[in-house]
């Protein structure tokens, strides 16, 4: 069984401030995990993913997360905001057979 | 690469009706999954194939659902009788293989509206 949990609904920062989204997740086998964007009304586009390679992954749009094992933790950071950057955020999980479990979402906002 | 379609993009029906949504993944992508996404909330599994082999069924697809991937390339997703609570978007996936670890890369969505 594997779930994740996304604490914040909503956060909203500045233009130029940090991103700090979070996710924690749950798993009975060793997990792939993901964080994906969101814009209107389009699909989820795949931002960056950990694989069990290095805990600390890169992704696109200058977005990166680290993964802690002993805190089951994947927070999504970035460190500037832009406009662009306003979307929603879902972090997944992925167990067996590649289908995954999504969190609920965080909406980012980013004001001027 | 033309990446994941979905058509129709929007579906506005009426309870009692029957829809069918089409999937077309990028080409030789041997996985295709269906998710469905109701207001606020993230993407929950429904299902999945293998090529033409469909693996697995989420308890969420009553049996007024079915999917078939007949040739292993595109796929469809029918809802009989719709009822107002099947208003969700629809979301197809597509990966290169079965591998947890490859990326899925997403349709933009059938958005699905009973009235």
């Known amino acids: 069984a594997q779930s994740v949990t996304q604490l914040g609904s909503h956060v909203s920062v500045s233009e130029g401030a940090l991103v700090l989204l979070r996710c924690n997740y749950s798993?009975?086998?060793?997990?792939?995990l993901f964080w994906y964007v969101q814009y209107p009304n389009q699909g989820l586009q795949l931002l960056l993913k950990?694989?069990?390679?290095?805990?600390l992954v890169k992704g696109i749009n200058g977005f990166e997360a680290e993964f802690k094992k002993s805190e089951t933790s994947f927070h999504l950071t970035k460190p500037s905001a832009h406009m662009r950057d306003a979307a929603e955020y879902f972090c997944?999980?992925?167990?067996?057979?590649?289908?995954?479990?999504f969190g609920d979402g965080t909406t980012l906002t980013v004001k001027p | 690469d033309t990446g994941v379609s979905q058509d129709p993009r929007h579906k506005i029906t009426k309870r009692g009706q029957n829809v069918t949504f089409r999937c077309d993944p990028i080409?030789?992508?041997?996985?295709l999954y269906w998710y469905r996404q109701t207001l606020g909330q993230g993407p929950e599994f429904l299902t999945y194939?293998?090529?033409?082999?469909?693996?697995?069924k989420s308890r969420l697809l009553s049996d007024r659902f079915s999917a078939e991937r007949p040739k292993g390339s595109f796929s469809t997703l029918e809802i009989q009788r719709t009822e107002q609570g099947d208003s969700a978007m629809y979301l197809c996936?597509?990966?290169?293989?079965?591998?947890?670890?490859?990326?899925?890369?997403f349709g933009p969505g059938t958005r699905l509206t009973v009235l």
């Open positions: 996936a597509s990966s290169l293989s079965e591998s947890s670890t490859d990326t899925q890369y």
């Open positions: 798993s009975s086998v060793p997990p792939y």
């Open positions: 950990y694989t069990s390679a290095a805990t």
């Open positions: 997944a999980v992925s167990g067996n057979a590649g289908k995954s479990t």
């Open positions: 080409s030789e992508h041997n996985r």
């Open positions: 194939f293998q090529n033409e082999a469909q693996l697995e």
